[in-house]
T-cell receptor, first 115, second 110 residues
């Protein structure tokens, strides 16, 4: 079974530029998460999707961040414009609705450096 | 007070010893507790989860949960150098939303 796929793996941009990250979840997983992980810290949730619907985006900085999950499969996270403080690893995870406990599986992440 | 507290480490243990990783959490509504391992430069990978008080064993790993004390731990028996990584504790609420701790860095010395 293929895991969560993310691209690009690395991105270096100058501040004020836009950037986009793409995620393809594990096949059949209805729930998709975007996390941000700063160096030396645990992942912090940015947004959670149940199928196409964003059900928890309270931690998403909506002035510059946006996300979409068309057709309930792939998802894109965008930052525009990027700031120096956005440098981090952006992780996508997915989980299935089946069962009592959802187990989240992470993709390899996108390492963003804003100069 | 952080929602999920972990000693950042590094925790250094000799090869073959038992490594004990601890985690406390503040949300009494937490129902499931996940342990992830994260190698440097890699993404978190699931080790195991527990949701009932007591112990749960999986190979060399044992998770222990005490909801009354809001405490969860991970024991690694016969520690190997390949176990050297950061271990993330993540309690989950009723909606299966995880809150991650900052992680404990484990170093297993040959």
């Amino acid at each position: 079974e293929a895991g969560v796929v993310q691209s690009p793996r690395y991105k270096i941009i100058e501040k004020k530029q836009p950037v986009a990250f793409w995620c393809n979840p594990i096949s059949g997983h209805n729930t998709l998460y975007w996390y941000r992980q700063n160096l030396g810290q645990g992942p912090e949730l940015l947004i959670r999707y149940e199928n196409e619907e964003a059900v928890d985006d309270s931690q998403l900085p909506k002035d510059r961040f946006s996300a979409e999950r068309l057709k309930g499969v792939d998802s894109t996270l965008k930052i525009q414009p990027a700031e120096l403080g956005d440098s981090a690893v952006y992780l996508c995870a997915s989980s299935s609705l089946e069962g009592m406990w959802r187990t989240q599986y992470f993709g390899p992440g996108t390492r963003l450096l804003v100069l | 007070q952080k929602e999920v507290e972990q000693n950042s480490g590094p925790l250094s243990v000799p090869e073959g010893a038992i490594a004990s990783l601890n985690c406390t959490y503040s949300d009494r509504g937490s129902q499931s507790f996940f342990w992830y391992r994260q190698y440097s430069g890699k993404s978190p990978e699931l080790i195991m989860f527990i949701y009932s008080n007591g112990d749960k064993e999986d190979g060399r790993f044992t998770a222990q949960l005490n909801k009354a004390s809001q405490y969860v731990s991970l024991l690694i028996r016969d520690s190997q150098p390949s176990d050297s990584a950061t271990y993330l504790c993540a309690p989950g609420n009723a909606g299966n939303m995880l809150t991650f701790g900052g992680g404990t860095r484990l170093m297993v010395k040959p």
